[in-house]
């Protein structure tokens, strides 16, 4: 059973920056899709920014040009990079590794953003 472990929410005022970090058990990350959903209270989960295995990235637009998604398959990690951050990113963050017929979840990180 692959097992993911996010770190790296906290509690930032707006403007600031923080950069989440989701490291995967076992030897599977790098043939899986990898990217960070988020939920806010009373909301759906949302997917924020996403990376195929071969390193393609797409981003929801409201976090374009403030977020940027990595991955190092060397170290099983994805990371999501998060600058010029607003109150309405604020919501826990979740990890996914995805691929057809099967996908991961993270147990997920508080994230928020306030004066």
């Known amino acids: 059973q692959v097992q993911l472990v996010e770190s790296g929410g906290g509690l930032v005022q707006p403007g600031g920056s923080l950069r989440l970090s989701c490291v995967a058990s076992?030897?599977?990350?790098?043939?899986?899709?990898a990217g960070w959903y988020r939920q806010a209270p009373g909301k759906q989960r949302d997917l924020v920014a996403s990376?195929?295995?071969?390193?393609?990235?797409r981003y929801a637009d409201s976090v374009k040009d403030r977020f940027t998604i990595s991955r190092s398959n060397a170290k099983n990690t994805v990371y999501l990079q998060m600058d010029s951050l607003k109150p309405e990113d604020t919501a826990v963050y979740y990890c996914?590794?995805?691929?057809?017929?099967?996908?991961?979840w993270g147990q997920g990180t508080q994230v928020t953003v306030s004066s």
């Open positions: 990376v195929t295995s071969g390193g393609s990235t």
């Open positions: 076992g030897n599977i990350f790098s043939i899986y899709a």
């Open positions: 996914n590794l995805y691929r057809p017929g099967s996908a991961y």
